[in-house]
């Protein structure tokens, strides 16, 4: 069991499905993406950087970079996700 497993088990089954949804779009798009905690958070990182944060609040999650809010009713579209983990793994790469 991962950090990130630990963090998810805690939550409420809405927002553990988006967040483990989340995980899954990021894992897709870099594979060898680490999980680690970091600032409190599940973080996913790449080469040693961090690829991208997400967490659940009382009302809202958020994924980081970029503070995106949004709840298990307004999920942030897939697209969306993997453009943002996109960008950020070319800032990485190029670094």
Do not use: W
Not at 46 to 58: D, E, P, T
């Amino acid at each position: 069991m991962s950090v990130i497993d630990d963090y998810l088990e805690g939550l409420p089954e809405p927002q553990r499905v988006e967040l483990a949804r989340i995980r899954d779009i990021v894992k897709r798009v870099v594979p060898d993406a680490q999980e680690v905690l970091a600032y409190r958070m599940p973080t996913l990182s790449y080469a040693g950087k961090y690829l991208i944060h997400f967490a659940a609040f009382r009302k809202h999650m958020s994924i980081f970079p970029g503070t995106i809010r949004f709840t298990p009713d307004t999920p942030v579209p897939e697209p969306v996700i993997e453009a943002i983990v996109r960008k950020r793994l070319a800032e990485i790469v190029e670094a």
